[in-house]
């Protein structure tokens, strides 16, 4: 793929990095591609060539790029990207259409991770943890039939998620789910697209609040699960 298609830049070499970075993780080039030469992305944009290294040095460490003497630089296979580096997380912010391959991904860990994190929810939260998921779920409920709304709504579902997360009471735990934060944002919004109404997921919700708010740990694991049987479902990933 060219640089053609990409917006012109403004800014440093930061904000190179994430247009760069929000490139490759929208599937715009794909693993074993060549990456655009410097001398090319510096033309592109209007840019110094430091800036680009700068830009480049930063891809690479996040593991999307990697760079050989006489070979160029290459998109690294996306099993080799830093999904959980900060950085990384914060290019994911905002993004919408990603890569179907990191979809699957992201999808894969957060199926096999947030029952896990439900069910720890239901035995540790605290009355400020179901307070917040409440006050997550009131919200998705106020934004759920408004079209208009739907981003509103997206914020609240992530809301509801980071409070499970936080109610789990372990440090790893908390800090991954901050560190998902903009991946699982991504997922909702994409998911949402593809569904008319959210009346199912929005139930499925609620038995996940219940289910910690009554100590059921199995239950709360179960209900983590079919929540993201939904979101399978409205992502395209299974019928």
Do not use: C
């Amino acid at each position: 793929m060219t640089l053609d298609a990409l917006p012109l830049h403004q800014g440093g070499a930061e904000n190179l990095a994430r247009l760069l970075a929000q490139a490759l993780l929208a599937g715009h080039w794909q693993p074993g591609d060549v990456f655009p030469r410097e001398l090319d992305i510096g033309a592109h944009f209007n840019v110094s060539r430091n800036q680009v290294r700068n830009a480049l040095t930063s891809l690479t460490a996040a593991g999307l790029l990697e760079r050989t003497a006489g070979r160029g630089t290459q998109v690294r296979d996306i099993g080799d990207w830093h999904l959980l580096d900060p950085l990384m997380s914060e290019w994911m912010s905002g993004l919408i259409n990603l890569d179907p391959q990191l979809v699957s991904a992201i999808y894969a860990f957060r199926y096999s991770a947030e029952p896990v994190v439900a069910g720890l929810a239901a035995q540790a939260a605290q009355a400020e943890d179901l307070e917040r998921l409440d006050n997550a779920f009131m919200g998705m409920e106020k934004t759920a039939n408004s079209a208009e709304a739907r981003a509103d709504h997206a914020e609240y579902d992530v809301a509801f998620h980071d409070a499970t997360y936080r109610a789990s009471h372990n440090l790893v735990w908390r800090q991954m789910g901050h560190l998902l934060r903009p991946s699982i944002m991504a997922l909702i919004h994409r998911s949402q697209h593809r569904t008319d109404t959210l009346d199912d997921s929005l139930a499925r919700h609620r038995q996940v609040l219940e289910a910690i708010r009554n100590r059921d740990a199995h239950a709360a694991e179960t209900a983590a699960r079919e929540v993201l049987r939904r979101t399978a479902i409205d992502l395209g990933i299974v019928s």
